[in-house]
């Protein structure tokens, strides 16, 4: 169905269309006109019959979406991204190691395992390793004077976080840090990061941790990994399925709290009243508000197992059905005022975490946790922090990036 607001050919999984304009004014109008809407796309992937997608905008359907996984399963690849031609079906089949990619049962038996290791008992056994580390980071930043807050101080805790976690020992995390960092680099001109590049540095993380896996099994240790592959465990991962686990923490708590560390950092400096609440009143809503603002996860895709019907529009078995948070957290229906930074935001139903269905966050506490370290680490430390340039856009549809943030450390 043609969208009279949208110019014609416009794509959603264009990375230059979210250049200067997140969240984009093309979602709060099809919110109005067609909150379902199909989105022909020209780009095919080989194996696929594949011609377009859905743009689910709404905040109640993004819900319903990520709440039925049987009928719009995660199994086709969760990213809606813009297929070329030189994908193959190999490509997106291996992603269905990854928990992210699988539905109910198998989902199901993977989720249950992992989360043994996302308890809140161990989320807070991390938290005083965790505040000495924000704090530390937070004064080796000071002592630059000015400088890029995401390589400074946005990129180090979630990395630390996810290692402490897992019990990654100290010697390997320099190895580990640097095969994440370039996994999530994309095509950065100026870092030479090639897709093959970062294939290879995921290629080398999964084997690390397969043999961290094996090694753990042989020998156990007070940590999450033996915990996770303990051969005497009812249930429990294999080597490959903790491999493919590890890359997954990798990329979904690694990036996403970089990004939404970094814009919340950004949304305080151009809003300096709700810097001045923080520092004051440090409020807990405020970590919350910072993720609906950012929205790191700009999508996510399912794929309809069925012909069914979704906000008026009829959806076709097979057909892919993209969920838009980054409209859905900027919905006035369920959102008074959405374009306010407003870190006193009380309830504040975001879907930045996702639409509360069987893939809903894992690592949410932990993220949470950080960014309450972060920004207390920040207050106390360097309340006159100020901007020092504009931010530099990370060139993706998929996640709301920034790759550079000049600030003065004050
Ligand atoms: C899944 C966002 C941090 C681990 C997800 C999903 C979103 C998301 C949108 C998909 C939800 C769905 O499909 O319904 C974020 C944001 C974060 C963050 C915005 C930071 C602000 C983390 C951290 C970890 C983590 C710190 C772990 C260290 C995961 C995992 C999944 C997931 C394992 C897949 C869960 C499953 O398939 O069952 N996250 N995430 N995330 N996240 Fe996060």
């Given at each position: ?271 300096p009243?709700?810097w001045?609440?923080?520092k ?98 920040l207050?106390?430390a360097m309340p006159d922090i100020s ?20 600030v003065h450390y004050g």
């Amino acid at each position: 169905m043609p969208c009279p607001a949208l110019p014609e050919g416009f794509d959603f999984t264009d990375p230059d269309v979210y250049q200067s304009r997140v969240p984009l004014p093309e979602f709060a109008q099809l919110r109005q006109t067609a909150p379902v809407w199909w989105n022909a796309q020209p780009h095919g992937i080989a194996g696929f019959d594949d011609d377009g997608y859905w743009v689910v905008t709404r905040h109640q359907d993004v819900k319903e979406v990520s709440t039925r996984p049987e009928v719009f399963s995660a199994h086709l690849n969760t990213s809606i991204i813009r297929f070329n031609a030189s994908m193959t079906r190999d490509q997106i089949d291996v992603q269905k190691l990854i928990m992210l990619n699988m539905d109910p049962p198998e989902h199901t038996r993977v989720r249950q395992i992992v989360q043994r290791g996302f308890t809140p008992r161990s989320i807070r056994a991390l938290e005083e390793a965790l505040r000495e580390r924000a704090a530390r980071i937070v004064a080796a930043a000071r002592e630059s004077g000015t400088g890029d807050f995401v390589t400074d101080v946005a990129c180090e805790l979630p990395l630390q976080a996810i290692a402490e976690l897992i019990g990654i020992p100290q010697d390997d995390r320099a190895r580990i840090f640097d095969w994440s960092n370039k996994m999530v680099a994309y095509d950065d001109p100026e870092l030479a990061i090639t897709e093959e590049v970062g294939a290879n540095a995921a290629m080398e993380l999964i084997s690390y941790a397969m043999n961290l896996a094996a090694a753990r099994k042989e020998c156990p240790a007070k940590d999450i990994v033996s915990q996770l592959v303990a051969a005497e465990h009812e249930g429990n991962l294999g080597s490959d399925e903790f491999g493919f686990f590890v890359l997954l923490l990798a990329v979904a708590g690694n990036e996403t709290t970089r990004n939404a560390i970094t814009h919340g950092m950004h949304a305080f400096l151009t809003h300096p009243e709700q810097w001045e609440l923080y520092k004051r009143e440090r409020p807990a809503t405020a970590a919350e508000e910072i993720v609906r603002w950012a929205t790191p996860v700009v999508s996510f895709q399912r794929t309809a197992t069925q012909d069914t019907e979704l906000g008026g529009a009829k959806i076709k078995k097979g057909q892919r059905v993209g969920i838009f948070y980054s409209s859905a957290n900027h919905d006035p229906e369920v959102f008074d005022r959405p374009e306010r930074f407003d870190i006193t935001r009380d309830p504040n139903p975001h879907l930045g975490f996702g639409g509360g269905g069987p893939h809903f966050c894992l690592g949410k506490s932990l993220a949470v946790l950080e960014i309450n370290l972060i920004f207390n680490a920040l207050a106390d430390a360097m309340p006159d922090i100020s901007l020092a340039g504009a931010p530099r856009r990370l060139r993706s549809a998929w996640l709301n990036g920034v790759k550079e943030l000049r600030v003065h450390y004050g």
